[in-house]
């Protein structure tokens, strides 16, 4: 269970295992190929924001240079932080908490990234951590997002025949 939760085959797995951070985009390869075995992707949200954000992702080497894709994000995998004076570089986004809903232990919390505001991440998060962080409602976090923490899946397209 815990590797199809990370690594889905596809989005309807995806969506049948209940996987909330379920996103659309596109992966781009780098170019030229490095060793690092990473590429780009640009998490669209084509509603409400008018760039794409891009995240360094792992690189398998079995997407094309441009594919629509899916994509999941591993939410044990990712770290809150206060949001710094600095602008979020890299894998980090800015967000605002939107919703804290207490659970005991942990919380069911709800980020809406500043640069994507139609697209929520929702996260279980611990409710100590929170209370550490004084993070309420409202509170500008960074979502730092390490590469391992987003699988990607190609968008299949349904062939009439």
Partial sequence: PARVFASPRNARVAELVGIQNHFSGQFFR????????????AWHDVAAAPAPVLLQVPDKGRLDDGIAVSWVLSGELV???VAAD???????LRCTLSEVLPLGEI??????PLALPGQRVTLNLSSAALRQLGA???????????PQAVHVMPVRQNQAG
């Fill in 30 to 41: 780098n170019q030229p190929l490095d060793a690092t075995g990473s590429g780009r992707l």
């Fill in 79 to 81: 770290d809150i932080t």
């Fill in 107 to 112: 919380s069911l919390c709800t980020l809406t």
């Fill in 86 to 92: 600095a602008p979020a570089a890299g894998n980090t």
């Fill in 136 to 146: 309420v409602t409202g509170a500008a976090l960074d979502l730092h997002i390490p």
